[in-house]
């Protein structure tokens, strides 16, 4: 191991679980919200059987809003907010915020488009049989668009391993905010380096689980 690595192991581990919380709260947000909103936004949409346009614009203008926002900027707007739900404006759990409340929008769009690729005749076949809603949901949507939701998902969560990157400006920390302190900032490109391969080779093993699950339970 780098001489380096050793001289900042503790700072690294450190940084390695800061990220893990921030991108494990915030993964937990978007299957927990970001599900349930994307899939309304399909159900409410024009012919669907929820139709609703009220509901729908609601929430689709609410979602393209936070998407719209620059994450940075996302990130200062929420201070506030943050500091009056959990007590402070600075740590690992403020970064949680911001990051899960992008991770909801984003997701949600992600998992809208994933049942709208769903085939009319499941939905129709559903109807035809007296399917309730929420069989129709979890029956038939969801099983038919599993793949595309994984997919999603891999996708998102690596999204939100690039925006963690930035949480230093609330002292979120995490690997990327270690890399631009302590490798950019004291001019230690090496240790800088080392801190980017970490984060590809994560990006890489959440992308290769992602598609590897995906294919294994697409039956289609």
């Known amino acids: 191991m780098p ?3 050793v001289q900042y192991q503790a700072e690294i581990w450190t940084a390695i679980i800061e990220t893990f919380v921030m991108v494990g709260v915030s993964i937990v947000a978007a299957v927990l919200i970001g599900l349930p909103v994307g899939t309304l936004l399909f159900l409410c949409r024009k012919g669907k059987i929820l139709e609703n346009p009220f509901v729908f614009s609601v929430l689709n203008l609410l979602v393209n809003t936070i998407r719209s926002f620059p994450f940075l ?8 907010f943050t500091r009056l739900i959990i007590g402070t404006a600075i740590g690992t759990a403020v970064a949680t915020v911001p990051l899960s409340i992008i991770a909801i929008a984003h997701y949600s769009r992600l998992v809208e488009q994933s049942l709208l690729d769903v085939p009319k005749g ?8 007296g399917a309730s809603v929420k069989d129709i949901i979890f029956k038939f949507l969801f099983v038919e668009a599993r793949s595309g939701l994984v997919l999603g998902l891999t996708t998102s969560i690596i999204s939100f391993i690039s925006y963690s990157t930035i949480m230093g ?21 090496d ?10 080779i994560l990006v890489q093993l959440i992308q290769f689980t992602g598609t590897t699950v995906s294919r294994i339970i697409d039956k289609r």
């Open 3 to 5: 001489e380096i690595l």
């Open 73 to 80: 900027l996302l990130v200062v707007f929420l201070i506030p």
């Open 122 to 129: 499941v939905m129709e076949a559903a109807i035809s049989m």
């Open 191 to 200: 240790l800088m380096i080392y801190m980017i391969v970490i984060m590809v």
């Open 169 to 189: 400006v609330v002292g979120g920390g995490g690997i990327g905010d270690f890399a631009i302190r302590y490798g950019y900032q004291q001019f230690k490109t």
